[in-house]
């Protein structure tokens, strides 16, 4: 029998702050629906968590682009708050919970990496993984 060949998964997703924080403001339970307890007190312990949240978000989606899962295009998506962002020292690092949790083990994911940044209006998110299936699950 010969060994899975790793296969790279990757996720890439932008956010525009500005529209983002306004999400925030406008729709008062958004922060609550899509992050953690956690992801929440580590960003609202800025001056303005706004740009931490949404490179979190953009993290989020990332994620589930890596995993070949979408989000529905209305209304959020209960799979956002499975996928959580942790600060272990300085470096992110992804805790996946529920549906993203299940198809990261049907892929085969052993380990992944995330980069966030966030500079003026723009927050950006990197997701890479490392798996060993294909997106049908079966073993490479």
Known sequence: ????????RHGIDLVHVPRFAESLRA????????????ERAYCNRFPDPAPHLAA???????????????I???GIDRKLKEVEVR??????TLALHGKPAAAAARLGVTDSSVSLTHDGDHALASVVM?????????AS
């Open 72 to 74: 529905i295009a209305t």
């Open 87 to 92: 600060r272990v020292g300085t470096a992110p």
């Open 130 to 138: 490392i798996a060993t299936a294909d997106p049908e699950g079966q």
């Open 1 to 8: 029998m010969t060994a899975a060949r790793p296969r790279i």
């Open 27 to 38: 729709h008062a339970a958004f922060e609550a629906r899509v992050f953690t307890e956690d």
């Open 56 to 70: 979190r978000f953009a993290a989020k989606e990332a994620t589930l682009k890596a995993l070949g899962m979408g």
